[in-house]
């Protein structure tokens, strides 16, 4: 009866929609109406309301969409979902400026004369558009009323040109800023979360553990992540437009010809150019640029787009005349005067110490008053301009709202789908499936373009997303990123505004397109370039890197990067040492050879077992990669014959442990008839008998030999970590000591200035009263940690502060003479190492510190962070380990 439910849930919503009922209410409807009719069936039929439920009841599931919606979006840190209303905003005001009849002009004299021009000027600038409005209706209309006529006057072949302006509009779900990106970037971050438990569930099923390590874990995803990641794809999608175009135009030139600017290519020209372009250029920068240079984050760089398209839309809407420029130019003195406060002073309020940084604040501070001042100018013009202002607010808080309640909905339906078992269901489908990872994840993509055919991005994003998704993620096999996820099912579901019948790309574009254009043709004209966005999914699944490698370069180059003792970033720093090492005339390998060749006779034995020891430990690290290697290379030769095994043993093993959740679900169901309804009691302790003989014929198809196959594979894989564990190891050590009494050495000028200061002890030790001789030991304590290598003078002088007490300073001076003893024992030697160990040392200490010293450092420089960046920005398979 579940499925049955399952079935009215689908069906419920699938008629509501093709009926034309609003998605925000046929959502949380479906829900509701499915939610009640199985408790009522429950009531009537079987013993209780709980009665068709996968789990839980009636209750539970009715209040467990609103319970998540309101556990996920009103919490502090989860602030995702503020972008969406700032870049809205953004876009209409940015569309009722008619940016986009600037452009179009402007590019179309530009790229006129190329053969494929008009078309390519389209594309161009339906990219732009998706940079700054993003709005695709109005983008198509746009390009619709402007670009469409002059494209079918001059020749155009019409498919071509519907189809150019209808896919163009479209970018603007891929291209950052999009609304799009955000909301997937919201509900990945919660399928992360559930993958991350599915996956930590899998491991200890194979493994036994409770704890999933770290660097198995799944990597979640921000709208930050998102747009960085979406940004060459898009790119990458842009260029294939353009790219088709120009082709056509050369293989059929009668089909896009080139169009002759009458005008002249003057100056008047050129500042008609600049005016057009780099207002939204410099707007796409401030905004993307901020995020992907990580000085903003999504929220805030979406309310400096707001603030800039009010300025724009100032200037824009308002007569030419003297004054249209004075508040975008008082903004942007203002932007220069922040710009040089920040750069050239400690703008922190609370560290302001100098006159300097006084004089720093209060330049910040005019050129905050000047931003103000700019923009609540030209919001004082758009209120005043037709009620612009007013008009932009009610469209924004209209647009706004319905993604929420659309949220709201889906979080409902989703739980009304996971009620009746949905999930179980879907994630046994997906799972069985052969093939693997990638047969599940080209399913996936399949139903949502075929879902693209009659519903929005928007229901696709929400409804199917959270239920898929967290299978996707939680594949070790895989092991794909909620990023490179994300922007695969951003490309996917933007086909959802070209596939007829309800392209909503197709419909604007009908809406304004001359009478002689047909619908068919329209339809004739998107085929090629949904072909294109099919291809662009191509190449982003099989480079992964595409999307990855930025959001990493980002993150690894900012100043809250990770470390590299990271364990996430572990394969990736050992394959960074190894690369070092892989050159066996090279100069680290050099360096190390000759390490233990360094003469330690100046320092003392302790120090210099300890140097020698790190010296030694170097000269082994070519050895230990060698043998790092060799235990790799057993593994790669084993996994051929192994991975068959291991994917028919987890999926019997699946398969048992499905069975025996039914069967458990089956004996509580007959609990809970208590005898009332005897002949669907017998049916079900049938059916339980034969889920029981089924698991038997399921393990009994296990290899005899799987116990002994895991533990020799499993035993191959332990000495590859050994191997990497070991070369780690050894690398910190061969590093870390060595460093270590560098910085002794290098600290020996300060050490030297503690004598005098030192010696000045001795009189207060002897006679000065308690408080004034501990003041003054403690004092040069707080000195010594500035020093390396002074514990056992620190540690001498702690004992002499508690013989201060005594009326017999007897012990307190023998506790002074020690540490005196202490230090002029270190002088000696220090100075004399200083001499002639310090240079050789410290240059050794130098030339391995980026490679076999890596994991001692606090951050990463930028050499490493790149080499991080690139290296992470591949799927690693972690299926072994499972």
């Known amino acids: 009866m579940e499925i049955f439910f399952l079935f009215v849930l689908l069906a419920t919503m699938a008629i509501a929609l093709g009926s034309g009922y609003p998605v925000a209410f046929a959502l949380p409807g479906a829900a509701i109406i499915s939610i009640g009719l199985a408790a009522g069936a429950g009531m009537l039929f079987g013993g209780g309301p709980d009665a068709f439920f996968h789990t839980g009841g ?147 099923e194979a493994t036994g553990e409770a704890s999933l390590p770290s660097a198995f874990g799944v990597t979640s995803t921000s709208a930050g992540e998102m747009f960085i990641g979406a940004f060459i794809p898009g790119l990458v999608l842009v260029a294939l437009y353009v790219l088709f175009i120009l082709v056509v135009a050369i293989v059929r030139p009668s089909m896009a010809p080139p169009v002759r600017h009458e005008g002249r290519f003057d100056v008047d020209f050129w500042i008609n150019v600049t005016l057009a372009l780099v207002p939204p250029l410099a707007l796409i920068f401030v905004v993307l640029g901020s995020i992907i240079f990580g000085i903003a984050t999504v929220n805030q760089a979406g309310a400096v787009g707001a603030a800039g398209a009010l300025i724009m839309a100032s200037y824009r809407l308002m007569p030419r005349k003297a004054t249209t420029f004075v508040p975008a130019l008082i903004s942007i003195v203002g932007v220069l005067i922040l710009g040089y406060a920040i750069s050239a002073h400690n703008m922190n309020v609370k560290a302001a110490i100098s006159a300097g940084d006084l004089s720093g604040i209060w330049i910040g501070a005019v050129g905050a008053v000047l931003i103000l001042i700019g923009i609540a100018w030209s919001t004082l013009r758009i209120y005043r301009i037709d009620g612009t202002l007013s008009a932009v607010m009610i469209e924004t808080a209209k647009t706004s709202s319905l993604v929420f309640i659309i949220l709201m909905g889906a979080a409902m339906l989703t739980a009304a789908f996971r009620a009746f078992g949905g999930e179980d269901i879907v994630r046994d489908f997906l799972t069985t499936l052969p093939g693997g990872f990638w047969t599940q994840f080209l399913i996936v993509m399949l139903v949502m373009f075929i879902m693209g055919f009659f519903l929005d991005f928007i229901e696709i994003a929400v409804v199917v997303v959270p239920i898929v998704a ?225 698991i038997t014929a399921l393990r009994d198809q296990i290899p005899a030999d799987w116990t002994a196959t895991h533990d020799a594979f499993k035993a191959l894989l332990d000495a590859r970590d050994a191997a990497a564990n070991r070369f780690g190891r050894t690398a910190e050590k061969a590093y870390g000591d ?24 001795r009189p207060l030790v002897e006679g000065a009263d308690k408080a004034t001789a501990e003041e003054a030991v403690k004092a040069f304590e707080a000195r010594l940690r500035d020093v390396a290598n002074t514990s056992e003078i620190a540690s001498a002088l702690s004992k002499v502060r508690r013989g201060l007490g005594s009326t017999d300073r007897t012990r307190a001076l023998a506790d002074y003479e020690a540490a005196v003893e202490e230090y002029e024992g270190q002088i000696g030697w220090r100075t004399a190492a200083q001499a002639t160990l310090l240079p050789a040392l410290a240059a050794h200490a130098e030339a391995i510190r980026d490679r076999v010293g890596i994991r001692t450092e606090q951050r990463m420089n930028r050499e490493q962070a790149l080499f991080m960046a690139s290296c992470m920005a591949d799927h690693r398979d972690l299926s072994l380990y499972f």
């Open 738 to 761: 060595v460093a270590e009494v560098v910085a002794i050495l290098q600290g020996t000028p300060a050490f030297e200035a503690l004598g005098p200061d030192l010696a000045a002890l």
């Open 470 to 694: 967290p299978i996707l993620l939680s594949d070790p096999e895989a092991n794909i990123t909620a990023v490179w996820l994300g922007v695969m099912v951003g490309l996917n579901v933007q086909t959802s505004f070209l596939t007829p019948p309800f392209g909503f790309a197709l419909f604007y574009l009908r809406g304004v397109a001359p009478a002689i254009v047909r619908t068919v043709q329209i339809y004739r004209g998107v085929l090629p370039f949904i072909g294109l966005q099919i291809a662009a999914l191509g190449i982003v699944a099989a480079t992964p890197p595409l999307v990855n490698y930025l959001p990493n370069r980002v993150s690894y180059l900012a100043e809250t990067s990770p470390p590299p003792r990271n364990p996430r970033l572990g394969v990736c720093v050992q394959d960074y040492m190894m690369e070092g090492l892989a050159d066996a005339s090279g100069a680290l390998r050099t360096t190390l050879a000759e390490g233990p060749r360094i003469d330690l006779s100046a320092l003392p034995a302790p120090l210099a077992a300890k140097v020698g020891g790190a010296l030694g430990a170097g000269a082994e690290m070519a050895v230990l990669r060698d043998g790092l290697l060799a235990a790799g290379a057993e593994v790669d030769a084993a996994t051929p014959a192994y991975r068959p095994i291991l994917r028919a043993v987890r999926d019997l093993e699946r398969r048992v442990r499905n069975d025996q959740r039914e069967i458990d679900r089956l004996r509580a169901a007959v609990n809970r008839l208590q005898g009332s309804e005897p002949d669907d009691a017998a049916r079900m302790q049938a059916r339980i008998a034969e889920l029981e003989a089924e």
């Open 58 to 204: 009636p209750s539970q599931w009715l209040s467990a969409g609103v319970t998540n919606l309101r556990g996920v979006y009103w919490e502090v840190e989860r602030d995702t979902l503020i972008a969406i209303p700032l870049f809205i905003f953004m876009g209409i005001m940015l569309q009722r400026s008619k940016i986009a009849e600037d452009l179009l002009m402007t590019m179309a004299r530009l790229f006129g004369p190329v053969p494929g021009g008009l078309g390519i000027s389209v594309v161009v600038v339906g990219a732009l558009l998706a940079a700054t409005t993003g709005i695709v209706g109005a983008t198509v209309v746009a390009m619709g009323l402007i670009s469409l006529p002059a494209m079918l006057r001059n020749s155009y072949s019409v498919p071509l040109a519907t189809g150019t302006i209808a896919a163009s509009g479209t970018l603007g779900q891929i291209i950052p800023p999009s609304v799009v990106l955000i909301i997937l970037a919201d509900q990945l971050g919660s399928a992360a979360d559930q993958a991350a438990t599915l996956r930590a569930g899998l491991y200890k």
